[in-house]
């Protein structure tokens, strides 16, 4: 079974009472739901404030859940919501989002455990570089891109999870990764 397949028969599952399906879920996608949340607000503090409202949207919707859609697209757009709500509680437009602290760099499974420490330095400045491209998003381009890149979201489902038409969501994803590309295209 595909996984988001899956996703939608844990849901389903939880909705009738299995906590255990729940569980499953929530191993599933609590880190990318909360990295979502933490590249977007800005704020360790914040963020895990969203992602314990984000989760405890998912449980009170629990008895109502009909999966309409992927279940990943149903759970970003309760995130993009909060995120906006979260905003206009503030009275302001999302801030420019920090990444230094869920930027952690992801191991190279190829990389030589006794690599020297010059390699290991250079990417550590890779991983830098990135991060820092994608902060210079745009925040509606660099949403798309979070949305695709965490959540394994399709253009179709960031849109729908965005509440913008198609062709933005595709406008926005196609710029955020035109801009990275020109940006990193000396990074290996």
Not at 17 to 41: N, S, T
Not at 75 to 83: F, G, M, P, V
Request: hydrophobic letters at 45%; glycine letters at 6%; proline letters at 6%.
């Amino acid at each position: 079974m595909e996984a988001h397949g899956e996703d939608e028969a844990l849901m389903l599952a939880y909705r009738d009472g299995d906590a255990r399906a729940f569980e499953r879920l929530y191993a599933r996608h609590k880190g990318p739901v909360f990295r979502y949340l933490r590249r977007q607000c800005g704020g360790a503090a914040a963020a895990e404030e969203l992602f314990q409202d984000v989760w405890l949207r998912v449980v009170s919707a629990r008895a109502s859940y009909a999966p309409s859609a992927k279940f990943t697209t149903w759970l970003y757009t309760i995130a993009h919501n909060r995120l906006m709500d979260h905003y206009r509680s503030l009275g302001r437009r999302p801030p420019h989002a920090s990444l230094d602290d869920a930027a952690a760099p992801v191991p190279d499974p190829a990389a030589d455990p006794a690599e020297g420490p010059e390699r290991a330095l250079d990417r550590k400045r890779a991983a830098a570089r990135i991060v820092a491209a994608v902060e210079a998003l745009p925040d509606a381009q660099r949403e798309a891109f979070l949305l695709q890149q965490e959540g394994g979201l399709s253009v179709e489902e960031i849109a729908a999870a965005t509440g913008v038409p198609f062709e933005t969501a595709k406008s926005r994803l196609r710029y955020a990764l035109a801009k990275l590309r020109a940006e990193l295209e000396d990074v290996r």
